[in-house]
């Protein structure tokens, strides 16, 4: 079945550092691919997508792109804050509506 | 506009008692998952609905675990009994079932602790 690796954690960086998270896939076909951001003591949230090959999602200076041929989402951002920090979680939608999830990389910002 | 409602937030009950955990999903969503969340195994799909009938239950750890989708606008997640080893934080998610890509959108979660 379909499956999501993402580099284990925790990340530790401080503000203004470059971040990256990666994370790969298996799965039949091209699924969608998502990363998903959890603060503390809340739900997930959307943080982006990307639905086919090359395509690049981004949000709040986040940015992730669909690397087919690696089968690679890896989630970059180029100055992180102290508010950047909480738990992303990459997923994948292959053809059917269930979202594969990694385990997590907790990251946190320090001052 | 309202997102994923769940309730209780936070839930702590004794070994063998019933518990039952409550999820309003976004109106118009005709998609509706359950998720558990433990430090060990990380996220886990229990079971997922659509259009109120049940598509998917194989994550549904054991026969103590039932879900229900009486209407579109309400599901219920019940243990009995409960067990020590179901603590952990339950969360409800739903989404727009249209063909293409379809965001999933979360509530808030239940924390649950048996003793």
Known sequence: GDSVTQMEGPVTLSEEAFLTI?????ATGYPSLFWYVQYPGEGLQ?????????????????????????TSFHLEKGSVQVSDSAVYFCAAQGGSEKLVFGKGTKLT??? | DAGVIQSPRHEVTEMGQEVTLRCKPISGHNSLFWYRQTMMRGLELLIYFNNNV????????EDRFSAKMPNASFSTLKIQPSEPRDSAVYFCASSLRTGGVETQYFGPGTRLLVL
Do not use: H, Q, W
């Open chain 1, 109 to 111: 910002v320090n001052p």
């Open chain 1, 46 to 70: 959307l943080l982006l997508k990307a639905t086919k090959a090359d395509d690049k999602g981004s949000n709040k200076g986040f940015e992730a792109t669909y690397r087919k041929e690696t």
């Open chain 1, 22 to 26: 990666n994370c790969t896939y298996t």
């Open chain 2, 54 to 61: 049940p598509i998917d239950d194989s994550g549904m750890p």
